[in-house]
């Protein structure tokens, strides 16, 4: 099941008016307005991109192509539990790919989605740099070694939804 977009609030676009506000006599301040862009709204949807780009005076393109090569930006909303499994050759020849799959069935998603109770975001990763736990993941700052399909339930289990 996709993940609906959010409504944005008011208040949330006159806080990135503020901020863009603050930054527009900045040189290079694009990364830092992106980066307190994303905090206010989760993610970095494209109305807001666009309003940053017209506030700084950039091409939208410019807005884009940076939100867009930095992995600390996302441009789909992002779960309270953001969780990437290393497709790296370690990790996928040990079955990442069939974690990938079990954790897609689990939840309901697929890669690059959330779930819609904005609990869980599922995405595969390039090398974490951990190869000797293969096959690995994260879920936000948590590593997880050694885990297979068959243990995809127990690891989700630890992150209980709020009653």
């Known amino acids: 099941m996709a993940t609906k977009a959010p409504v944005f609030t008011t208040e949330q676009f006159e806080r990135l008016s503020d901020i863009i506000d603050r930054s527009k006599e900045v040189k290079g301040a694009l990364i830092g307005v992106l980066q307190q862009a994303q905090e206010v709204f989760g993610y970095l949807p494209p109305e807001a991109q666009v309003k940053i780009a017209q ?20 441009l789909a909303p992002k779960g309270k539990y953001r969780i990437n499994v290393c497709m790296g050759t370690a990790c996928y020849v040990k079955g990442a790919g069939a974690m990938l799959d079990q954790f897609g069935i689990q939840l309901g998603i697929k890669p690059g989605e959330c779930t819609p109770d904005m609990m869980f975001s599922l ?7 951990v190869c000797g736990l293969a096959p690995v993941l994260t879920i936000n700052e948590d590593v997880h070694g050694k885990i297979y399909s068959e243990d995809v339930a127990g690891v989700l289990a630890q992150y209980p939804k709020p009653e």
């Not at 950039?58 to 930006?73: A, C, G, H, N, R």
């Not at 995405?123 to 740099?129: A, P, Q, V």
């Open 55 to 74: 506030g700084l005076d950039l091409p939208i393109e410019q807005v884009y192509s940076t939100s867009t090569f930095y992995s600390q930006f996302f």
């Open 123 to 129: 995405d595969g990763c390039r090398c974490i740099g």
